[in-house]
């Protein structure tokens, strides 16, 4: 049987956009005929040195839309070869747009420009940019969602009806087969993980300013992020882990809890990492995709600050047989609902749908 063709258009300007890349790319290989396409062009003339803001969202706009020359061939030839097309967020979406069919385009996202304007109180998307990510959402065969949250913002503020927005569950298959659960440990041990590249925004110094408080003598902590922030009894700082090395499929299998206290995260996938290793896990509300992955008392815990992320982790660590449990059910959670099946029909049924 022929494979189904498709475009898979990335969008790899962060950690987080990078790490979703190498899921869908993982994920669709071995079930169609994928090509890719990185559109990344901000990463070969680099704006932050300039300090005026318009200056470099000008600079921003002029080297995509130099790019978009290039994009846009790859899409008239995909077109020519009968492939469907995903995009990877709104932007990539945005500069191909002379050149995309309605019928055969899907875009993929976790979130918006005016996602977080709710959370950050800041007005993230003016009035202009609102109307024109309306018109290329809209102009889309369908919108597909990772979050219930991204959903219902995108047919809230940008008015694409619901007939045209789907659901659709990050591909975790990879990690249920790279991060395998350890066995019980009778050491009595509590280990924390926590992971996150912007240390602050992550709600790392949160975390770690609680653990230096603690003085439990049977807890450790393991810190992995880009910066060091210092030496600490018990506290393991890690700052150069690759994803799927040998140290790094070690490191979550040798954790109990993994915390996450986020002021501001959409998908956090780190979190589906942890759940897939066995972890317990714990985060905010603002991570705005925990509820797909954490079952409040089941597997973890949802906080609605993080404060009270805090003291629900100071009981969560004098109660190793609830730990115990959590790991257990935070495997199971990830076996049942992103299972290859489920997800791969989510994506097959929207992307290559009549």
Known sequence: ?????????????????????????????????????????????????????????????????????????????????????????????????PATKRSCSCIVTDWTRKLYEAIDGKTMSPPWLTFIHRQVLNSQKYVIGLTDAVLDEIARDYDVPHHKLRKGRLPFSVDLDLFIPSSDRNDGIVKILFVGGDFQRKGGDVLLNWFVKQHRPNLRMTIVTGQHPGNFSNVTIRTNIQYGQTEHI?????????????????????????????????????ALGASEIIQNGINGYICNSQEELLDQLSLLVQNKALIESMKQSSRQ???????MNLVLGDFMSCIFED
């Open 1 to 97: 049987m022929m494979k189904k063709k498709l475009l898979l258009v990335t969008f790899p300007v962060d950690f987080g956009s990078k790490t979703f890349e190498r899921r869908y790319i993982d994920f669709f290989a071995n079930h169609v005929d994928l090509r890719v396409y990185r559109f990344v062009p901000d990463q070969f003339v680099p704006t932050q040195k300039y300090s005026n803001s318009l200056l470099r969202l000008f600079l921003t706009v002029g080297k995509r839309s130099l790019a978009s020359i290039e994009l846009q061939k790859q899409i008239r030839e995909a077109n020519r070869e009968g492939r469907s097309i995903l995009f990877q967020g709104v932007s990539p979406a945005l500069f191909a747009y």
């Open 250 to 286: 070690e490191l979550f299998k040798g954790h109990d809890i993994f915390v996450l206290p986020t002021k501001c995260d959409a998908y956090p996938s780190v979190i589906g990492e942890a759940a897939c290793a066995g972890l317990a896990v714990l985060t905010t509300k603002n």
């Open 333 to 339: 959670i990830m076996e049942q609902k992103f299972a």
